[in-house]
């Protein structure tokens, strides 16, 4: 008789438990997984299908870390605005709703919300950032990827989620999109984010939000990168603001910069940028002083 095997990351999707192959790879580093009674640590090791597998309880219910990433930096530019999705939802005193769930103050300063809005999530991969809009209050998510069966399956099912897979970001078009977006997130790996801005303008709503992760690995030169980190607190500044510079000569507003809660897998330290089209708010004048504090503010 023949014996089945599958990588143990896959054999933990496969029977439901880990959501998606990279919650199932952190679970392995963590320790939480045994194979026979004895603790796994690669996530290639060959099991057969019959193994018995067990996971420790106590995981996270997000299918990638990123979700982490992506509430750390809503929840810093909630404070900002000083109240959460909730009580805006609530109170209908002194804001005027926007279409798509979009709301502004009466001095034309716009809230960064996620209720009732459709948003374009730019490299969904398994779906972290999806999963955290969708608990938020996103009428619809735009999940976009270039690669293929990433998106964790819950997601891939849930009928608010619309899914764009082998699709890279930087083609994208208004005539792929099935709407408008009012609001973007994106996590991209291995390209600038100012190669995609332009085409992320072109398929989304006029009056939009952007909150975008700046990986500072993929902003500086490859010589500047070394072991693949980048260290010296100079580049990441240089890196956020050259994204930053070049979103302005496009005609966004910069609102604000912070860092992300969690390093890349790699170590490196990443920061989110809130961006904003449209609107009568000119944002943040010094855009240096901002991301200069975000810097010394964040993980060394």
């Known amino acids: 008789m023949q014996v089945t095997r599958r990588r143990l990351d896959a054999e933990l999707t496969r029977r439901g438990l880990a959501r998606s192959r990279e919650q199932a790879r952190e679970l392995i580093a963590a320790g939480a997984v045994q194979v026979r009674g004895v603790a796994a640590t690669k996530a290639a090791t060959q099991v057969e299908t019959s193994a018995p597998i067990t996971v420790e309880s106590g995981g996270s219910k997000y299918v990638s870390r990123g979700a982490l990433k992506l509430i750390g930096a809503l929840d810093a530019f909630e404070a900002v605005d000083g109240r959460n999705d909730r009580e805006r939802s609530d109170d209908s005193t002194g804001l005027s709703d926007g279409d798509d769930g979009r709301e502004q103050d ?61 699709t890279n ?61 980048v260290r010296d607190p100079e580049l990441r500044k240089r890196s956020v603001e050259s994204v930053v510079r070049f979103a302005i000569g496009l005609g966004l507003s910069f609102r604000g910069v912070v860092a992300s809660p969690l390093p890349g897998p790699s170590g490196n330290v990443e920061y989110f940028i809130w961006l904003v089209r449209g609107g009568t708010d000119p944002g943040i004048v010094d855009v240096t002083e901002a991301i200069d504090a975000a810097v010394q503010e964040g993980p060394s």
Not at 184 to 208: E, H, M, Q, Y
């Open 106 to 166: 009466h001095d034309g300063k716009r809230s960064l919300t996620v209720t009732g809005r459709r948003v374009l999530d730019a490299g969904a991969s398994t779906g972290g950032f999806t999963q955290v809009l969708l608990e938020r209050g996103a009428e619809r998510v735009l999940a976009v990827d270039v690669g293929y069966g990433q998106l964790a399956w819950p997601l891939r099912v849930d009928p608010r989620v619309d899914l764009l897979e082998r």
């Open 169 to 229: 970001v930087r083609s994208l078009t208004v005539e792929a999109v099935p709407y408008l977006a009012s609001m973007v997130v994106a996590d991209l790996s291995f390209i600038s984010l100012r190669t995609v801005l332009p085409a992320l303008l072109g398929c989304t709503d006029p009056t939009c939000d952007y909150l975008l992760m700046v990986k500072p690995q993929f902003e500086v030169g490859r010589e500047q990168v070394g072991d693949g980190v």
